[in-house]
């Protein structure tokens, strides 16, 4: 019993140093963005995301009331147990099985690049949040990634790709990227070789930047859709914006 609690004291004492240690490492932002979802009802689509979770340098999870979670397939190249959703939906992120208006806000962390349609997934997204819900986009900053020769999308492209009903199977982007994908970056893509062979097995992985945003195309898409900005703010490798739907 003595020795339990002598374990028990080391652990804790151990535990809430590796605590504090990602505590200081967490975004100073961060305290806006929990008051703002405190006790929501969300979906994540694309999840989970390590950012988010109690470890993260973002952590709002455990700001939230419940969380779903939207993948297009039981097996993702980003799959993790360490965290428990409520729900796990199985299904592309542009057609949700779910009734119109059934979440308080929609949280996709370094996803809406990876879908070849975004504004047909951000339309999508907005009917399942309730009136005057939140929708927080966290989208890589370019310039911080694998991408930062690539050119920033233009809104026209990505209007464009919704006229078109661009497909998830979609490779148009497929040149550019492999031209500018700078795999110094990327060491997890492996060779060129084994990059390309990834890039068009891209329907099984979903693993491709499809569209490369700047901060400015990530709130001018939330007015397109029919989000009014909360606030955005820019921290090394990810672009947050956070919107209420209007
Ligand atoms: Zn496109």
Redesign the pocket.
């Known amino acids: 019993m003595f020795f339990r609690s002598i374990l028990k004291q080391l652990v804790g004492h151990r535990g809430r140093q590796l605590v504090r240690h990602y505590r200081v490492q967490r975004f100073p932002i961060t305290k806006h963005y929990r008051k703002r979802l405190r006790g929501m009802t969300a979906l994540e689509i694309g999840g989970p995301s390590n950012l988010l979770g109690y470890l993260g340098q973002f952590p709002i999870y455990s700001s939230l009331k419940s969380v779903d979670n939207c993948n297009y397939a039981e097996q993702t190249l980003w799959h993790s147990d360490a965290v428990k959703f409520c729900r796990n939906l199985v299904c592309e992120g542009t057609k949700l099985p779910v009734s119109d208006e059934t979440y308080d806000c929609v949280i996709a962390s370094h996803c809406l690049e990876h879908i070849?349609?975004?504004i047909k997934a951000l339309m999508e997204w907005r009917r399942v949040i309730r009136q005057r819900g939140l929708l927080l986009l966290i989208l890589p900053n370019p310039e911080y990634t694998f991408d930062w020769r690539r050119p920033i999308?233009t809104v026209e492209?990505?209007r464009?790709?919704f006229r078109n009903d661009?497909p998830e199977a979609?490779l148009?982007?497929l040149e550019e990227i492999l031209a500018l994908h700078d795999l110094s970056r990327d060491l997890a893509a492996g060779t060129s070789e084994q990059f390309k062979e990834r890039c068009l097995r891209n329907a099984e992985f979903r693993a491709i930047h499809?569209?490369v945003f700047a901060p400015e195309t990530a709130a001018q898409l939330m007015g397109e859709v029919g989000f009014s900005v909360v606030r955005q703010d820019v921290h090394d490798v990810n672009i947050f914006t956070l919107g209420s739907k209007s």
């Open positions: 070849a349609n975004p999308t492209h990505l464009e790709d661009t979609d148009s982007h499809h569209h």
